[in-house]
């Protein structure tokens, strides 16, 4: 090694080439230094100095000054070395080492030591720089060996306390980690050199940790202690006990550190954790109901976390979070599902809920399990409110609860999981139709009530809101047909009673409804709108026709409503004696709209007809609105007091039914503008009736609402058979369409292809029949040679 100094900047540059040459191993070397030094003419220049210093390898330094070097000159200056290098003390060794091993058992021993760190730690770079470190580590391991086989004597005594054990053991740890610590702080130059340069030999604090566990730990006994004292304290833990977590943190990261962790402790630690846990989770699915024991079972695992958090290693918590799970979860999945599911979802328990929920995402098929157990809970409930004839008056609200209650668990508790969406929908689906027919007639009456009602229940939101939660029923129900045939006949009630409260809601349901099934679906629908359109134009024109034209007509203001056939339902025909003006009055409308529209045939439905009449009472002038039968009734008691049953019956020629209900609502409703004699509900032959004259009310338009009679079996009946009937003509156009387009298909194909094309439930019974009528019908015929084969008959 040289170093070069300048003593002034206007020295010139000097090359210095150095050779060396060894004289023998452990003898000094013979250094040549040579110089070269271009100086200039200045003559100060010539008496500059340069200074160098080499360094022998005895670590003394020698200073070298070149003198009055001449200019382009090139010197070889031979440094000699001395002929015998110094010789250490005979008992440097000796001395040195026992200096070393009272320090170290000083360390050992907790006494005063008497030499500095930096004393002892120069003692120890000397020995190892003359060829002692291979001495200097085989003493200090043996030093070390003997101070931890000593320290074993005090764990083998067998009355020990368990807890007194752990102590004494953690304080002898640390005791040894420190120790180790402070003797590898003076060796430090052993560890860095010495032991770097021999691979197979372990460093100072890793000698430390090997005779540790040689002696202390692969003692059979202290082990064992050792492990059952930690499972003895963390159980206690478990059963609420308060302990010394930094006690248990320290003993597991000395496990850890000796790297017997897994094979001592982890092992048995999960056994006796699976123990626990497999006895507490067959207890408790005993004693608790299903809330406090998904509470406790997230408690458990909270606890556990924490523990990892606080003293177990980290590679532990896979298999402890396992094993917790398996024992307190994926055991008793089913009993948890049949125990408390049906509880939880009736109660609406929504924390417990989504708790089960998050429970259940930790095991495997947990939440598959779980989302079949609420499908069957969906499917039993629903068809609990749907096959009970004595709910129809409240199914489809019921439905709409439940649906809402069910969407509701859906996106809280199930994190909007589409596997549950989708089995709630499949759910709703199955039950909806368990009763064929009826819950689609329901929803379309309720659909009624709620357009009827329209803005004086909900608002304008609220309705729209209300509708597109209809729709979702709606979706579900297979028998749309009948829906459709319910619904229509509904809104022509609406329609032509003016009873329908917002024409925005009724044309938001229409578009709804065409969306959902296609315009083919709402035609007719959409075709009873264009007819009230039209009604209003022609009546428009019909009042000025009856201003340009004197016809002595009473004052009477007529509104006459054209139906088109094809759009509206069917509804029976009923020839009824009405009054001569008002028989003028239709033949004047009739002359008028034929005059405009030639070829068409006009046909009145008294049924449907309502009027508003003006009533003379003893309190004063009232307006009566009532229905066409009930006007031809009232209108009777103009020209006299008392009427009888029979007279009435003869006179106005409305059906005996109908005519029994009209007079109910006349003299026994609440607006009873006659008197029945005698008194009673129920209207007999021999009854009469009489104009009251001492009708009160503080109205003065009056609305007496027509007894309506419950929708009959009958005309239930006839509706269904109406629906019945276009599935027939359906099912034929279906069976036309599929054989003209294949000319030739077995059997099970066609059944198979008219599945597919039918949007209505049907059996294979009924198309069975509708097949063998259109063969008859000579539309189609067996194959010849294969009954089981139709062919299309062009």
């Given at each position: 090694?040289?170093?070069?100094?300048?003593?002034?900047?206007?020295?010139?540059?000097?090359?210095?080439?150095?050779?060396?040459?060894?004289?023998?191993a452990?003898?000094?070397?013979?250094?040549?230094?040579?110089?070269?030094?271009?100086?200039?003419?200045?003559?100060?220049e010539?008496?500059?100095?340069?200074?160098?210093s080499?360094?022998?390898?005895?670590?003394?330094?020698?200073?070298?000054?070149?003198?009055?070097?001449?200019?382009?000159?090139?010197?070889?200056?031979?440094?000699?070395?001395?002929?015998?290098?110094?010789r250490?003390?005979?008992?440097?060794?000796?001395?040195?080492?026992?200096?070393?091993?009272?320090?170290?058992?000083?360390?050992?021993?907790?006494?005063?030591?008497?030499y500095?760190?930096?004393?002892?730690?120069?003692?120890?770079?000397?020995?190892?720089?003359?060829k002692?470190?291979?001495?200097?580590?085989?003493?200090?391991?043996?030093?070390?060996?003997?101070?931890?086989?000593?320290?074993?004597?005090?764990?083998?005594?067998?009355?020990?306390?368990?807890?007194?054990?752990?102590k004494?053991?953690?304080?002898?740890?640390?005791?040894?980690?420190?120790?180790?610590?402070?003797?590898?702080?003076?060796?430090?130059?052993?560890?860095?050199?010495?032991?770097?340069?021999?691979?197979?030999?372990a460093?100072?604090?890793?000698?430390?940790?090997?005779?540790?566990?040689?002696?202390?730990?692969?003692?059979t006994?202290?082990?064992?202690?050792?492990?059952?004292?930690?499972?003895?304290?963390?159980?206690?833990?478990?059963?609420?006990?308060?302990?010394?977590?930094t006690?248990?943190?320290?003993?597991?990261?000395?496990?850890?550190?000796?790297?017997?962790?897994?094979?001592?402790?982890?092992?048995?630690?999960?056994?006796?954790?699976?123990?626990?846990?497999?006895?507490?989770?067959?207890?408790?699915?005993?004693?608790?109901?299903?809330?406090?024991?998904l509470?406790?079972?997230?408690?458990?695992?909270?606890?556990?976390?924490?523990r990892?958090?606080?003293?177990?290693?980290?590679?532990?918590?896979?298999?402890?979070?396992?094993?917790?799970?398996?024992q307190?979860?994926?055991?008793?999945?089913?009993?948890?599902l049949q125990?408390?599911?049906?509880?939880?979802?009736?109660?609406?328990?929504?924390?417990?809920?989504?708790?089960?929920?998050?429970?259940?995402?930790?095991?495997?098929?947990?939440?598959?399990?779980?989302?079949?157990?609420?499908n069957?809970?969906?499917k039993?409930?629903?068809?609990?409110i749907?096959i009970?004839?004595?709910k129809?008056?409240?199914?489809?609200?019921?439905?709409?609860?439940?649906?809402?209650?069910?969407?509701?668990i859906?996106?809280?508790?199930?994190?909007?999981n589409?596997?549950?969406?989708?089995?709630l929908?499949?759910?709703?689906?199955?039950?909806?139709?368990?009763?064929?027919?009826?819950?689609?007639?329901?929803?379309?009456?309720f659909?009624?009530?709620?357009?009827?009602?329209?803005?004086?229940?909900?608002?304008?939101?609220?309705?729209?809101?209300?509708?597109?939660?209809?729709?979702?029923?709606?979706?579900?129900?297979?028998?749309?047909?009948?829906?459709?045939?319910?619904?229509?006949?509904?809104?022509?009630?609406r329609?032509?009673v003016?009873?329908?409260?917002?024409?925005?809601?009724?044309?938001?349901?229409?578009?709804?409804?065409?969306?959902?099934?296609?315009?083919?679906?709402?035609?007719?629908?959409?075709?009873?709108?264009?007819?009230?359109?039209?009604?209003?134009?022609?009546?428009?024109?019909?009042?000025?026709?009856?201003?340009?034209?004197?016809?002595?007509?009473?004052?009477?203001?007529?509104?006459?409503?054209?139906?088109?056939?094809?759009?509206?339902?069917?509804?029976?025909?009923?020839?009824?004696?009405?009054?001569?003006?008002?028989?003028?009055?239709?033949?004047?409308?009739?002359?008028?709209?034929?005059?405009?529209?030639?070829?068409?045939?006009?046909?009145w439905?008294?049924?449907?007809?309502?009027?508003?009449?003006?009533?003379?009472?003893?309190?004063?002038?009232?307006?009566?609105?009532?229905?066409?039968?009930?006007?031809?009734?009232?209108?009777?008691?103009?020209?006299?007091?008392?009427?009888?049953?029979?007279?009435?019956?003869a006179?106005?020629?409305?059906?005996?039914?109908?005519?029994?209900?009209?007079?109910?609502?006349?003299?026994?409703?609440?607006?009873?503008?006659?008197?029945?004699?005698?008194?009673?509900r129920?209207?007999?032959?021999?009854?009469?009736?009489?104009?009251?004259?001492?009708?009160?009310?503080?109205?003065?338009?009056?609305?007496?609402?027509?007894?309506?009679?419950?929708?009959t079996?009958?005309?239930?009946?006839?509706?269904e058979?109406?629906?019945?009937?276009?599935?027939?003509?359906?099912?034929?156009?279906?069976i036309?369409?599929?054989?003209k387009?294949?000319?030739?298909?077995s059997?099970?194909?066609?059944?198979?292809?008219?599945?597919?094309?039918?949007?209505?439930?049907?059996?294979?019974?009924?198309?069975?029949?509708?097949?063998?009528?259109?063969?008859?019908?000579?539309?189609?015929?067996?194959?010849?040679?294969?009954?089981?084969?139709?062919?299309?008959?062009?």
């Amino acid at each position: 090694m040289s170093r070069h100094n300048r003593n002034s900047e206007d020295i010139s540059p000097v090359n210095v080439r150095r050779t060396s040459e060894y004289l023998g191993a452990g003898k000094r070397k013979r250094e040549t230094v040579e110089v070269d030094e271009n100086m200039s003419d200045n003559s100060n220049e010539k008496n500059k100095r340069a200074n160098f210093s080499a360094i022998t390898s005895n670590g003394l330094n020698r200073n070298l000054n070149i003198l009055n070097l001449k200019p382009t000159t090139t010197k070889k200056i031979v440094i000699k070395n001395l002929k015998s290098e110094p010789r250490l003390p005979d008992d440097y060794r000796e001395q040195t080492w026992s200096k070393l091993e009272e320090a170290v058992l000083a360390i050992q021993n907790s006494t005063r030591n008497e030499y500095s760190l930096e004393e002892l730690y120069q003692a120890v770079e000397n020995m190892c720089n003359h060829k002692m470190a291979h001495t200097i580590y085989n003493n200090l391991r043996r030093l070390t060996d003997n101070h931890v086989r000593h320290n074993i004597e005090q764990f083998l005594a067998e009355n020990m306390d368990r807890f007194l054990f752990l102590k004494k053991m953690n304080e002898t740890w640390q005791a040894h980690c420190h120790q180790m610590i402070m003797i590898r702080s003076i060796f430090l130059y052993l560890d860095r050199t010495y032991v770097l340069q021999n691979a197979q030999i372990a460093s100072i604090w890793d000698m430390g940790l090997d005779l540790f566990r040689q002696y202390i730990m692969a003692n059979t006994l202290v082990q064992t202690r050792v492990v059952e004292g930690l499972l003895m304290l963390i159980e206690k833990e478990r059963q609420g006990d308060a302990v010394d977590r930094t006690l248990l943190k320290s003993l597991l990261r000395m496990l850890t550190d000796l790297q017997i962790y897994q094979k001592a402790f982890e092992d048995k630690f999960l056994l006796a954790t699976e123990r626990l846990y497999a006895a507490e989770g067959m207890r408790l699915m005993q004693e608790l109901e299903v809330p406090e024991y998904l509470a406790h079972v997230d408690k458990r695992l909270a606890e556990e976390n924490e523990r990892i958090l606080h003293y177990l290693d980290s590679s532990t918590k896979p298999r402890l979070i396992h094993t917790v799970e398996k024992q307190l979860l994926t055991e008793h999945i089913t009993n948890i599902l049949q125990k408390g599911l049906d509880g939880l979802l009736e109660e609406n328990r929504l924390h417990d809920l989504t708790l089960l929920y998050s429970l259940f995402g930790r095991v495997k098929n947990g939440h598959s399990e779980l989302c079949v157990a609420f499908n069957g809970y969906i499917k039993k409930f629903g068809r609990t409110i749907v096959i009970d004839p004595e709910k129809d008056k409240t199914m489809v609200q019921e439905l709409l609860d439940f649906k809402d209650m069910m969407d509701n668990i859906v996106a809280t508790c199930f994190n909007r999981n589409e596997k549950f969406s989708n089995s709630l929908k499949e759910a709703f689906e199955h039950f909806i139709n368990q009763r064929a027919n009826k819950p689609a007639e329901l929803i379309a009456k309720f659909v009624d009530s709620k357009l009827r009602a329209g803005n004086k229940e909900a608002t304008e939101e609220e309705l729209e809101r209300l509708l597109d939660k209809i729709m979702v029923l709606f979706r579900f129900i297979h028998g749309k047909d009948v829906f459709e045939a319910f619904y229509k006949k509904d809104l022509a009630k609406r329609l032509l009673v003016g009873k329908s409260a917002s024409v925005d809601a009724e044309k938001s349901m229409l578009s709804k409804l065409k969306q959902e099934c296609g315009g083919g679906f709402t035609s007719k629908l959409e075709g009873m709108f264009k007819d009230m359109e039209l009604s209003k134009d022609i009546n428009v024109a019909f009042k000025q026709h009856l201003g340009n034209v004197s016809q002595n007509l009473i004052p009477l203001d007529m509104t006459v409503n054209i139906l088109t056939m094809g759009y509206w339902p069917n509804y029976p025909l009923m020839n009824v004696t009405m009054p001569e003006e008002m028989v003028r009055f239709l033949e004047v409308f009739n002359k008028f709209y034929l005059s405009k529209h030639s070829g068409r045939k006009l046909t009145w439905q008294p049924t449907l007809g309502h009027c508003v009449l003006r009533a003379k009472f003893k309190t004063g002038q009232k307006e009566l609105v009532v229905s066409l039968f009930q006007s031809l009734v009232l209108l009777l008691f103009n020209s006299a007091d008392e009427l009888a049953f029979e007279y009435i019956k003869a006179a106005t020629n409305i059906e005996d039914g109908e005519l029994r209900r009209t007079l109910q609502s006349l003299a026994c409703g609440k607006a009873r503008v006659l008197c029945k004699f005698p008194k009673g509900r129920d209207i007999e032959d021999n009854d009469k009736f009489k104009f009251n004259n001492e009708f009160t009310n503080k109205l003065y338009r009056i609305k007496i609402n027509q007894i309506q009679m419950k929708e009959t079996t009958e005309e239930q009946k006839a509706t269904e058979e109406r629906v019945y009937q276009d599935r027939q003509y359906q099912i034929d156009a279906a069976i036309v369409r599929i054989m003209k387009m294949r000319k030739t298909l077995s059997h099970n194909l066609l059944i198979s292809e008219l599945y597919l094309q039918l949007k209505f439930p049907v059996k294979p019974a009924d198309l069975k029949k509708r097949i063998e009528s259109l063969i008859d019908r000579d539309y189609m015929e067996r194959d010849k040679d294969n009954p089981n084969q139709y062919n299309y008959v062009a």
